[in-house]
């Protein structure tokens, strides 16, 4: 989305970064406190399925893989 939004194809986007040290990494969470995280959402929304635990995570600033 970055990429098309500056008018750049995504792997000058990425070429660029690298070169400049910008990293897009994922954090570095335990299993254990991600289980805690999670079981915490899970309590207040039990419903909810992958995406919107992924997005919860993603708006407390962690980066997680999807599996």
């Given at each position: ?61 962690l980066r997680v893989q999807h599996r």
């Amino acid at each position: 989305e970055l990429a098309k939004t500056l008018g750049v194809h995504r792997n000058t986007l990425r070429l660029y970064m690298k070169h400049h040290g910008v990293e897009r990494k994922y954090s570095d969470l335990t299993n254990t406190d991600l289980d805690l995280l999670i079981k915490e959402f899970k309590k207040k929304r039990p419903d909810s399925g992958i995406r919107y635990i992924v997005g919860y995570l993603r708006r407390h600033g962690l980066r997680v893989q999807h599996r």
